[in-house]
């Protein structure tokens, strides 16, 4: 099936870092989503992207927060400067089409990150 | 808010026995429910989804579920579990479809 590949799979840094986690979505997919799950917590929506822009946004999407997609290429995350509660796997998402009906999600399997 | 609690961490059973993995949901009006599942060093894949009608649905593999309004549940149920359902199994409450709200996950872990 559909596959969204996620780079890297794990990474290690010190806190006050940047990271940019890359996200390759489904090839015609057009909207773009980031989760994140700290270990034994619960899965929790970021943000989503469409058309170039952020649609929407949860509390836990923080001003160091950043994502963009230039040019169709990689859907990214990035963070600057990371935090020792950034700590999580994040989870990137595509769908072709949004709303109930017709919305599934496609995940990647996930980069580990963690701050030091 | 709405919220889903897995109220089992991790879930054991031998292959060839029916298994039923536990969700309930809190949500104020008709929710839309999913149950995905990550198989190791995999994505999560959605195994089926819930959406106001038919309180019990198929799903892949094998897979069902059925939806309570009483209760607040969203069970999913096999009625014969293989080595390779091994895997993590997530349950999802959402209003739009796609800002998903997860529960916590059960791991799955199934005996020869």
């Known amino acids: 099936g559909p596959k969204v590949l996620q780079i890297p799979s794990h990474q290690i840094i010190d806190m006050g870092q940047m990271v940019t986690l890359n996200c390759d979505p489904v090839?015609?997919?057009?909207?773009f989503y980031w989760y994140k799950q700290i270990l034994g917590q619960q899965m929790e929506f970021l943000v989503n992207?469409?058309?170039?822009?952020?649609?929407?946004k949860s509390k836990l999407f923080k001003d160091q927060f950043s994502v963009e997609r230039p040019d169709g290429s990689y859907f990214t995350l990035k963070i600057q400067p990371t935090a020792l509660e950034d700590s999580a796997v994040y989870f990137c998402?595509?769908?072709?089409?949004?709303?109930?009906?017709?919305?599934?999600?496609?995940f990647g399997e996930g980069s580990k990150l963690t701050v030091l | 808010a709405q919220s889903v609690t897995q109220p089992d961490a991790r879930v054991t059973v031998s292959e060839g026995a029916s298994l039923q993995l536990r969700c309930k949901y809190s949500?104020?009006?008709?929710?839309?429910l999913f149950w995905y599942v990550q198989y190791p060093r995999q994505g999560l894949q959605l195994l089926l989804k819930?959406?106001?009608?038919?309180?019990v649905v198929q799903g892949v593999n094998g897979f069902e579920a059925e939806f309570s309004k009483s209760n607040s549940s969203f069970h999913l149920r096999k009625a014969s579990v293989h080595w390779s359902d091994w895997a993590v199994y997530f349950c999802?409450?959402?209003?739009?479809?796609?800002?998903?709200?997860f529960g916590t996950g059960t791991s799955l872990l199934v005996d020869p």
């Open positions: 819930y959406y106001p009608g038919d309180p």
């Open positions: 090839s015609n997919h057009l909207y």
């Open positions: 949500y104020f009006g008709t929710p839309y």
């Open positions: 992207f469409y058309n170039g822009k952020v649609m929407e």
């Open positions: 998402a595509s769908s072709l089409e949004t709303g109930a009906n017709t919305g599934q999600l496609y």
């Open positions: 999802a409450v959402s209003h739009m479809g796609y800002k998903l709200t």
